[in-house]
């Protein structure tokens, strides 16, 4: 036992030894000595047909330093009770005595496969099964019997498996954009990784080209993430604290805490992206035919359609089924596809993603015809624009119609006031922007201005400063006049006039109530930065606007508007 402990303590001391390394080094350590103890429990024992199995995340051989050891002594029903009873004690008992914590049963295959038929998480343990010591026919047994009852049932298990899925995501949050995520089990974690392991056994399309190895390394940075934080704590810890982030980035090479939660952001994005990509193919696939939304192409514009639940970029066809003039492959079709599939609300569909990756050019120059509006249509269409915006920043589809994103993607915000990475934080405040487009003159300027308000937080310098210089480059790019690029620009410099002067500043001060006039200039741009500023709070955080602070900033709102429209301070 003693041993046991000293050479998985050298494992967990071993600073090169990080992640997936980490976790095969400690299951080949314990590997070998369960077999020693299984070897011993057994000595005594005539009958065949036993079996030591590993399974869960030992069986998958990601043993952090503070993982559960989850086995299954395997038999094939010729021990009697007590012969059995006395065999399992031998087992387990020393394993306490070493210190680990076990989950541990005692089955033969048929108990397993009977048990895996009705619940959810026998069948997905079964799924993992390792075989670790004795009868590996035993192991064979179990192992196939499981897979193909998981392949044969796969419509009722996956059904239940995306419910789960769904409720551990609304229970635990996400790990790109929580302050302290829970690397494991909220969304984008390693738990969906495994989900998404599970419901590929299937045998049903869940993973295409690409996703099985894009999952693979942002599954490595995770668990590498999850083992620092097992041996800092020395116990198991999943949840990635302020307080150790400093010491996890340290250990992991990353320069600094920003650069290992922008890291951890990355991975838990491809990951959650991928799933919601794959939980819809099954949710297709599980309707079956009659039950898909349309089976029929029903046409969104030249050259996209809207086909079986999502968006597909095809060669434009007129009225006669002929084919016109070829529809451009670029930054408008981009825009116009992304629009129209939050308009559905429904994914674009990956090849479709994948062929305009592979045609689409970084715009550097001035916007194609098009473009701007297409862009307008998409950031007004709602929440639904969160999801599509994201699908095309997975693919380097928002760098290439605007490389200036490119700094702000997965870029934290560490501290308890901002709820998102920048890239979130503007894409839920350009949302909250197209709920209140009602409210002004212009709503294009609103939902771009309201877009890319914080773009500067990307760049080293003040952000207000360095975000008016952008804005000026950007906005003549996309086609804006020179008023409207004055006025995006005043939108980017006043983004925190209101809330500020409206939550430190005395209101009943007339110089106060000047100053804002003059600084904001007109009524038009006052209602801009009105809107803009409750839907930048709104994506900051539930601490960020309330009945208070909205009180104030609609006195404040009122009485500037007052000046502006030519009375005098009351």
Known sequence: MNDVRSRRAAVVADAALRGRELCRALSAVTDEWLGQVFAEAVADTTAGGIALVAVGGYGREELAPGSDLDLWLLHSGRLDEGELGALAERLWYPVWDAGFKLGHGVFTPRQVLALAARELDTATCALSARHLAGDAALTAKLFDGASAQWRKRSSRFLAELGQRVEARHHRDGEVAFLLEPDVKEARGGLRDVHALAWAARSGRPVLVEGDAEALAAAEDTLLGVRVELHRAAGRAAD?????????????????????????????????????????????????????????????????????????????????DGAVDEPVPVDATLVLRAAAAASRAGVPIDRPSLDRLTEAVAVVDGPW?????????????????????IEALDQRGLVHRVLPEWEPTRSRPQRNAYHRFTVDRHLCEAAVNAAALTATVARPDLLVVGTWLHDLGKGYPGDHTEVGMELMATIAPRMGFGHEDVTTLVDMVRHHLLLPDVATRRDLADDDVIKGVAAAVGSLGTLELLAALTEADSLATGPSAWGTWKAGLVGELVTQVAHVLGGGEVA
Do not use: F
């Open 239 to 319: 949840e990635l604290l302020l307080e150790r982030q400093d010491e996890v980035a340290a250990a992991l090479g990353d320069p600094d805490a920003d650069a290992l939660m922008a890291r951890v952001a990355a991975a838990a994005r491809t990951v959650a992206w991928i799933g919601d990509e794959a939980w819809h193919r099954l949710s297709s696939s599980l309707a079956g035919p009659l039950g898909r939304l349309s089976r029929r192409d029903r046409p969104l514009g030249p050259g996209l359609v809207l086909r079986d639940g999502e968006v597909h970029v095809i060669a434009a066809r007129d009225g």
């Open 368 to 388: 194609p015809e098009g473009a701007r509006q297409a862009l307008v249509d998409l950031l007004s269409s709602g929440p639904a624009a969160i999801g599509v």
